[in-house]
């Protein structure tokens, strides 16, 4: 069969046609002439098929235009009314244009004229003001000189103050009128220093305020300012001087009562004065110089203070012989380390100590004062400020300061160490306590020094004695502790003759005690110290000092609870060989029972009566003499030891059943008696016994998997599997081979 050859040509076009047509865009200029380059039927019938639905895609969209014809039109109608309205607008916004136009230029035009006028009132006024200017400055020159010769120093002082300003603001005329002035000024300037100079030696004061108010309005503040200041440091260094001299005369006539010479008033006065001077006269150094005359005055008077408070603190070191009773403390060291010495009499020391408290917290008080009063004031120079501040922490008043601190931690470490030494030597039995004196003597003491250190708002002093009081306590202290406990044969001593002898247990349980409440004490102290420090000492370096102390103060509590809890072992290990023969006992007690046997034994207890009936005998006679947590402890150090020997025992036993049913049922009386001796949990102690009775009540041996594993539950499984398996092969009637197949 042959093939035409313009067949064969239509057929290879074909698909190159198929690629035009899936291209064509209806209704383009470059469609119809894609259309007629077709020559496959095939396509061509495509793309009519694709003409006529876009005609009717066409048509459908123009039925929807017309469609919408009406509401176009009455758009259309809307829009040439608008037009209308639009054109009235644009008329009437270009006449409203024409307007404001004409009525800006107006404006332009008024208010040109406006400034033309202010400007010629101006120079009016200006000129007025130089003419009343030239007025007043003579009227000041006459006031002046009538004021000079009536003496209304006050008057004349506003005129030339009055005349300053206005010659200041119009320097460029009245030279001669300038001149005048400044000669009565002058005059008035003499007779004010002068008049000022004769009031200060005659300490008449209303006339001083008188004549230091004028200094301002001659423009001479920081000279009256001076001259203020010096007559206050007059005053006040006049009234401390006799007050320093009476308090030498009555040192001179005291001889052997020194109640009578009051130091502390004596600087209680200073500081009095000094601060009265400032806040009393606040309002003349403001008028004078502002708050910069304040810190001036400040700092002025603080000289006085360096000079009369460090010769009082010196004199009360000379009186009170410091710097000797410190010398005779320190030789008191050296010679009690190497044998028997008497040092200074630490009631004296107390008295001395109080005196030297007082003074530091005056000096204290009056410093912070003083400093705050600086800080509060607003409008000081800043440099002013702290320079003025430093020098009240480097004056001479602070050095004596310093001094004195170190004969108080000197005298303050003395005390302490006396009477923590003197409450170890006479501790002594307090009826109705558990503890006896020496606990509460020594805590009472090291809680009065530290208290007494901290007021002193030195962070040396409290850490001086932070240490001593730590070091007194790891060592004097702890060994006066620990003095019975370490007595040899005390458990003979105990129980004399076979029964617990009652003052013996009485000494030992006190001893035990005074470790319990000295443990609780350490941390009492070390939580009060804390608080009152933050309240003294802010900066993080002191805080973290104060941390350091502690923390080691802390660390005593848990010496003690170590001495304690050694203690509390050689108590118990005095008490358990009374306990012991009826624990081997219970080696000879079968546990491979008849039910005959079982129901026996629920009537007749075999030996758990017993071990209790041992237990309160040698046990419960100490626990009035013992702290509840001693006693606690004491109970407990008991049972760890019977439960221990119960589990030795009866994993060398062999159980039936009923066996298994006997331990559960002594394991059982054992808690209930013993959780009634304590207020601590004891089924922790028996868990190991109590889960070795589950273990031989079972009925077979794989039931031990319903309560192994993910199985057990709440309970926590506190034997191994190699136990659980020796366990279980204590039951008689258990074979091995199903033991060993577990898979636990």
Known sequence: MSISSSSLSSTMDAPAEDQITAALRLGTPEALDQVRKLTDVGAMTRILHECIAYQRALELELDNLLSQRTDLDKQLSNLQKSAQVLDIVKADSDHMLASVRSTCDLADQVSGKVRELDLAQSRVNSTLSRIDAVVERGNCIDGVQKALETEDYESAAKYVQTFLRIDAEYKDSGSDQREQLMESKKQLEGIARKRLAAAIDQRDHPTILRFVRLFSPLNLEEEGLQMYVNYLKKVIAMRSRLEYEHLVELMERSSGNQSNVNFVGCLTNLFKDIVLAVQENSEILRGLCGEDGIVYAICELQEECDSRGSSILKKYMDYRKLARITSEINSYKTRLSVGAAEGPDPREIELYLEEILSLMQLGEDYTEFMVSTIKGLSSVDPELGPRATKAFRSGSFSRSIQDITGYYVILEGFFMVENVRKAINIDEHVPDSLTTSMVDDVFYVLQSCLRR?????????????????????????????????????????????????????????????????????????????????????????????????????????????????????????????????????????????????????????????????????????????????????????????????????????????????????????????????????????????????????????????????????????RLTPAEVRRVLGLRTDFKPEAIAALKL
Not at 487 to 514: M, W
Not at 577 to 583: A, D, G, N, W
Not at 617 to 641: E, G, K
Not at 674 to 681: G, H, I, P, Y
């Open 453 to 717: 250190a901290i007021s002193t708002s030195n962070i040396n002093s409290v850490l001086a004695l932070l240490s001593g009081s730590i070091n007194l306590l790891g060592n004097e202290y702890q060994e006066a502790l620990q003095q019975k406990m370490r007595e040899p044969n005390l458990g003979a001593k105990l129980f004399l003759g076979g029964v617990g002898v009652q003052k013996t247990g009485t000494e030992i349980a006190t001893a035990l005690n005074n470790m319990d409440v000295s443990s609780e004490y350490v941390l009492k102290l070390r939580h009060e110290i804390d608080e009152q420090c933050a309240e003294v000492f802010h900066t993080p370096a002191d805080r973290e000092k104060v941390k350091s102390c502690l923390s080691e103060l802390g660390e005593m509590s848990n010496s003690f609870k170590q001495a304690l809890s050694a203690g509390m072992e050689q108590l118990v290990a005095t008490v358990t060989p009374r306990i012991r023969p009826v624990l081997d006992s219970v080696a000879t007690i079968s546990y491979e029972l008849t039910e005959a046997e079982y129901a026996d034994n629920e009537v007749n207890d075999p030996w758990v009566q017993r071990l209790l009936h041992a237990v309160e005998t040698n046990a419960t006679w100490l626990q009035p003499v013992m702290t509840a947590n001693n006693y606690d402890s004491f109970v407990h150090l008991i049972i760890d030891f019977i439960a221990k020997r119960l589990e030795v025992i009866m994993m060398q036993k062999r159980f039936s059943q009923l066996g298994g049913l006997q331990l559960d049922r002594d394991a059982r009386a054992l808690v209930h008696h013993f959780s009634s001796m304590t207020q601590r949990t004891v089924r922790d102690k028996f868990a190991r016994l109590t889960q070795m009775a589950t273990i031989l009540n079972l009925e077979k041996v794989s039931e031990i998997l319903d309560f192994w594993g993910e199985n057990s539950g709440p309970m926590t499984w």
